[in-house]
């Protein structure tokens, strides 16, 4: 079984997190003092059997030697024939944070819908999850958009992160939205909105998406937005690639309950900025309060 583990999964104060450290320190890795989600770990490549035994280890620039580590290791193996029980009694809500209580939990997708001068988008995608808040399920039941739910969207989740590890810094800025124009009205959402960080990037999107209610709770909850996003190496963050305007993608679906990925927080609520990310924080709430 291929799993991909985020690399500050080795900071985190939990089962998940101590499990990984043993884990990794059977190949004799050491984190820096003070420091165990250490950098130095990224895009490594670890085979162990079911009960935790190292099989083999390659680094990203041996990755090329992978598959016949991994053919070698086959030939000799035996299934272990006692397997203890993995214990995931507690996590961290400084890295695994809960979705709020009575919201939404949505599923976002991106990805490159055209290149420049109508040439092909990518073949790839990015992932992420939108928590909306309890209050702000309340206003959709009642046919608006809240603007606290309009601006995480536009400010988390409206750019380019098609395989790349998104940093907290690479978000927009709240003065960085210099058009969000979104109007709900018989279940239809419809706007566009214009983002920028001069000169390094944009994105200038129309957004259209069907939001449905019953009975106090959210039915439906599809969004999506499209528009020209162009990027330059450089500056802050680290988010999209580098190149021409190419057409982006951004698609906002209502997770279903019983989704397990429900439990993948945004990612930017990464390394404790849960409640910046939902607007909870003092001078976030006092700022709504009075527009």
């Given at each position: 079984?291929?799993?991909?583990?985020?690399c500050?999964?080795l900071?985190?104060?939990?089962?998940?997190g101590?499990?990984l450290r043993e884990?990794?320190?059977?190949?004799?890795?050491?984190?820096l003092p003070?420091?165990?989600n250490?950098?130095?770990?990224?895009?490594?490549?670890?085979?162990?059997d079911?009960?935790?035994?190292p099989?083999?280890?390659?680094?990203?620039?041996?990755?090329?030697?992978?598959?016949?580590?991994?053919?070698?290791v086959?030939e000799?193996?035996?299934?272990?024939?006692?397997?203890?029980?993995i214990?995931i009694?507690?996590?961290?809500?400084?890295h695994m944070?809960?979705?709020?209580e009575?919201?939404?939990?949505?599923k976002?997708?991106?990805t490159?819908?055209?290149?420049?001068?109508?040439?092909?988008g990518?073949s790839?995608y990015?992932?992420?999850?939108?928590?909306?808040?309890a209050?702000?399920?309340?206003?959709?039941?009642?046919g608006?958009?809240p603007?606290?739910?309009?601006?995480?969207m536009?400010?988390?989740?409206?750019?380019?992160a098609?395989?790349f590890?998104v940093?907290y810094p690479?978000?927009?800025?709240?003065?960085?939205?210099e058009?969000?124009?979104l109007?709900?009205?018989?279940?239809r959402?419809s706007?566009?909105?214009?983002l920028?960080?001069?000169?390094?990037r944009y994105?200038?999107a129309q957004?259209?998406?069907?939001?449905?209610?019953?009975?106090?709770?959210v039915?439906r909850?599809?969004?999506?937005a499209?528009?020209?996003?162009?990027?330059e190496d450089?500056?802050?963050g680290?988010?999209g690639?580098?190149g021409?305007?190419?057409?982006?993608?951004v698609?906002?679906?209502?997770?279903?309950?019983?989704d397990?990925?429900?439990?993948?927080?945004?990612?930017?609520t990464?390394?404790?900025h849960?409640d910046d990310y939902?607007?909870?924080?003092?001078?976030?709430?006092?700022?709504?309060?009075v527009?």
């Open positions: 079984m291929t799993v991909s583990v985020d500050t999964t900071g985190r104060e939990d089962a998940e101590e499990f884990l990794l320190s059977k190949f004799g890795l050491k984190t003070g420091h165990k250490h950098f130095g770990w990224v895009n490594h490549h670890f085979a162990f079911a009960a935790g035994k099989l083999t280890h390659k680094t990203n620039d041996q990755r090329g030697e992978l598959r016949a580590a991994l053919e070698e086959l000799e193996f035996e299934p272990p024939a006692d397997v203890p029980e214990l009694d507690r996590s961290d809500p400084h944070p809960s979705p709020p009575g919201g939404l939990v949505v976002v997708f991106m490159s819908l055209a290149g420049e001068d109508g040439r092909p990518w790839v990015g992932r992420d999850m939108l928590w909306v808040r209050d702000e399920v309340e206003a959709l039941t009642k608006e958009f603007r606290t739910l309009a601006r995480r536009a400010r988390y989740h409206l750019f380019d098609i395989g590890k940093w690479d978000f927009w800025r709240e003065d960085e939205i058009k969000l124009d109007t709900l009205r018989d279940g959402l706007g566009s909105v214009r920028e960080m001069a000169p390094r994105y200038d957004v259209q998406g069907r939001i449905e209610a019953r009975e106090g709770k039915t909850f599809e969004v999506v499209v528009g020209p996003y162009s990027r450089e500056g802050r680290a988010v690639r580098a021409p305007v190419h057409t982006l993608g698609a906002f679906m209502a997770c279903d309950e019983n397990p990925a429900r439990r993948v927080p945004p990612a930017a990464e390394d404790g849960a939902l607007g909870l924080t003092a001078d976030q709430v006092l700022s709504e309060s527009k």
